[in-house]
């Protein structure tokens, strides 16, 4: 059984920053792409940013230049600084990863960490 437990959501003033976290337990052969997406209410869930095993990154356009995603291989875990945060930015962030255990290649969700941002 794999898990993703994410950590370090809250609420913060406009302009400021907060970082993310979200580590994988469980049965883990090893972990291809990770990433992060968001949801706001009313709104279909987006992509903020992606990280291959390699450390390659994509962004969306709207978070280039302020959020910066990074991983740590050895500890499966992910990571999601943002800064120069706006109240736009408010949503439930979720963590995903391409997990292969001895069920073979799945896609996994995290439980979801609220970030709030007030102006």
């Known amino acids: 059984q794999v898990q993703l437990v994410e950590s370090g959501g809250g609420l913060v003033q406009a302009g400021g920053s907060l970082r993310l976290s979200c580590a994988a337990s469980?049965?883990?052969?090893?972990?291809?792409?990770m990433g992060w997406y968001r949801q706001a209410p009313g709104k279909e869930r987006e992509l903020v940013a992606s990280?291959?095993?390699?450390?390659?990154?994509n962004y969306a356009n709207s978070m280039k230049g302020r959020f910066t995603i990074s991983r740590d291989n050895a500890k499966n875990t992910v990571y999601l600084q943002m800064g120069s945060l706006q109240p736009g930015d408010t949503a439930v962030y979720y963590c995903?990863?391409?997990?292969?255990?001895?069920?073979?290649?799945?896609?996994?969700w995290g439980q979801g960490t609220q970030v709030t941002v007030s102006s």
């Open positions: 995903n990863a391409m997990i292969r255990n001895s069920d073979g290649w799945r896609n996994y």
């Open positions: 990280i291959t095993n390699g450390g390659s990154t």
């Open positions: 469980g049965s883990i052969f090893s972990i291809n792409a």
